[in-house]
C-alpha cells in the first residue's frame, strides 16, 4: 500500500468518512480565493465558469450522517484517498499561481481541483447529480455572450477619456461614463421596489 495512502487511513481516526468534509472545506477555502483575485474586473467567461462549477459541486453538500452518503468499502476508500493525495499535491501550485497574479492558469488548475473535489463527492454520494465542467462553461459562456452583446460600444469609455478625467475631474462632472448596461436596469420596473435610494441588491457571492 502507498505510504501516504496509509497516511490518510491514520488520520481517519476511525471515521472513513471525514474526507467528504475535508474537500468541501477546501474547494471553499480555494474557491474564495480565487474570488478575490478576479473580482476587481470584469470576470471573462471561463472565470465565471470556473465559480460556477465550484459552487455547483458544493450546493447541498451533505453531512457525513445524511442518509444518502454510503458507506465505502476498503477499495473505494483507497480511491478517496488517492483523490485526496492528488488534490493535496495540486494546493502548492494554485497557491503559486495565485501570488504570480497568473490568472489563466489560476482558473485551470481552480476547475481541476473542483473535479477532484466532486470526484470526492460522487464516491460518498453516487445518487447526487453533478454537472461537468464542460456542461458549466457552455451555459456560462451563452450567458456572457449576451451579456457582452447589450454593451453600447459608443458608451464605453476609451482609456483616453479616464485619463482626461483623471487629469481634469471638474470638466467631467454630469458627464455619463459606463457600458450601457445601467441604461437597461433603469427601464425596468422592480415589482414591489420602494421608491428610495438603496437599489437593488444583487446575490453576493459567498
Known sequence: MNSNIKDLKAKEAGNPKIWLRVASER???????????IEDGIPTADQRACLEYADAVLIGWPDETDEQVVDLEEGALDQVREIII?????IPSFCRLEREGEI?????CLVTLTECVAQV????????????????????????NEDMSRIDPDQVTSPQEVRQM??????SVGEHVGTGLAGDLRE????GAEPDDRGDSRRAEA
Open 86 to 90: 492528488e488534490m493535496e499535491g495540486r
Open 104 to 108: 489563466d492558469r489560476l482558473s485551470g
Open 166 to 171: 483623471q487629469e481634469h475631474p471638474e470638466e
Open 188 to 191: 425596468q420596473d422592480v415589482p
Open 27 to 37: 474547494l471553499s477555502q480555494l474557491r474564495y480565493v480565487y474570488l478575490v483575485q
Open 121 to 144: 463527492r460522487r464516491h460518498y454520494q453516487p445518487d447526487f447529480p453533478l454537472p461537468t465542467y464542460q456542461e458549466i462553461h457552455q451555459v456560462v459562456q451563452q450567458e456572457w
